[in-house]
C-alpha cells in the first residue's frame, strides 16, 4: 500500500484526511488491523502534542474511531470439538496432517505452510519457526521472517504429533524414491532436500512432485472453511485453531507468558484476544504434560 499522509506537514494534518484514510483501510484490510493502524496513530500524534510538536490532536475530531471488529473469542473450541474437527479431517490425505499439526502446536498458518523438514527434530521433539509465507502482487507466494521477534521459537511437540510428522516424511521419501507404500527399505538412506516442505502444494494429475513449492495461503483456508462447514463448524475459520490452541493451554493453567512464547505472542494480546474462559485455579505448568494430554483428545488413543 502506498503512503497516504506520510508526506503531510505535521502542523497541517487535517481530521477530515485521517478519515478519508481510515474509509480508504476499511475497504481494503480487516477491521482489526484498522484498528491497530488507528492505536499506532493516535499514540504518535498524542506524542507530538504532548511534546508541543503539534497545537492539538486532530485525532480528537475524528469522525468515527475504527472498530476492531466482532470478536472471535468466543469461536474457540472445547477439547471434544477440537477433537471432532481434527478426526473429521482425516478422510483428506492433503489437509488432515496441517489441521492436526496446527491443532496441537497453534502456529499462524503462514508459519505452518512455510515449515521445511531441517525444521522438524524427531530426536527432540521439536519445531523450529524461522519463516513464513506471504502473498505480493509483485512476487506471489515468498518468504519472510517471522512478523515479530516472538515469532523465532522452538516449539515443544506431543507425542502424537512427532509420530504424525514422522509418518508424513515417510511418505515423501517414498515419494522422493519412487519406493510402493509396502516395499520394505531403510527409509534413512533417502534424503529430502534441504527446501523440502512439510506441507507442500499437492501437485496435479500430470505434475511431478515440487517438495519446495509451497501451497497457496488463501486456497488452503477456503478448503478449510468448506470442510469444516461440512463438519458442523459453520464460520469456524483456519486461524480460530490458534485462538482454540491458546485457550485450551489457558484453562489447563499454563502461564500466559509460557503460552505466550509458544505460540510467539505477546501477553498483553494472548490475554486480551484469547484469555476470555475461565481458567482452573490449580496450574500444571509442565507444557509437555499438557500438550500430550490436550494431544491424546484429538487424535485418540
Excluded at 51 to 59: E, Y
Excluded at 63 to 89: I, M, N, R, W, Y
Excluded at 103 to 124: C, I, K, M, P, Q
Aim: aromatic letters at 6%.
Amino acid at each position: 500500500m502506498k503512503p497516504k499522509l506520510g508526506g503531510k506537514l505535521l502542523q497541517k494534518l487535517q481530521a477530515s484526511e485521517i478519515d478519508q484514510l481510515y474509509n480508504e483501510l476499511e475497504k481494503k484490510l480487516a477491521p482489526m488491523t484498522v484498528n491497530h493502524v488507528h492505536r499506532c496513530f493516535n499514540s504518535s500524534l498524542s506524542t507530538a502534542e504532548r511534546k508541543g510538536m503539534i497545537a492539538s490532536n486532530p485525532m480528537t475530531r475524528i469522525e468515527q474511531l475504527p472498530s476492531a471488529g466482532e470478536s472471535d473469542h468466543g469461536l474457540a473450541l472445547d477439547e471434544a470439538d477440537l477433537k471432532t474437527l481434527v478426526t473429521g479431517f482425516r478422510p483428506s490425505a492433503t489437509m488432515y496432517a496441517p489441521v492436526a499439526v496446527d491443532a496441537s502446536t497453534g502456529v499462524r498458518r503462514n508459519e505452518l505452510l512455510a515449515f521445511r523438514w531441517t525444521d522438524f527434530s524427531h530426536e527432540a521433539k521439536t519445531l523450529k519457526v524461522e519463516r513464513a509465507l506471504e502473498i505480493t502482487k509483485k512476487f506471489g507466494i515468498r518468504y519472510k521472517p517471522p512478523k515479530t521477534w516472538r515469532g523465532n521459537r522452538t516449539i515443544a511437540l506431543d507425542d502424537a504429533t512427532v509420530a504424525l510428522l514422522v509418518a508424513e516424511r515417510e511418505k515423501h521419501q517414498r515419494i522422493m524414491a519412487s519406493l510402493p507404500d509396502g516395499a520394505e527399505v531403510d527409509l534413512s538412506l533417502i534424503r529430502l532436500p534441504d527446501d523440502a516442505l512439510i506441507f507442500p502444494a499437492m501437485p496435479g494429475p500430470r505434475q511431478d512432485f515440487d517438495f519446495a513449492k509451497p501451497r497457496d495461503p488463501s486456497s488452503f483456508s477456503k478448503r478449510f472453511r468448506k470442510a469444516a462447514d461440512a463438519l458442523g463448524f459453520v464460520n469456524f475459520e483456519f486461524h480460530h485453531l490458534r485462538g482454540t490452541h491458546a485457550t485450551l493451554l489457558l484453562d489447563k493453567g499454563v502461564p500466559v507468558h509460557t503460552v505466550a512464547e509458544r505460540i510467539g505472542d505477546d501477553p498483553a494480546v494472548l490475554l486480551r484476544n484469547y484469555a476470555k474462559r475461565k481458567r482452573k485455579q490449580t496450574a500444571d505448568t509442565s507444557v509437555a504434560s499438557v500438550i500430550n494430554t490436550l494431544s491424546a483428545g484429538i487424535f485418540g488413543p
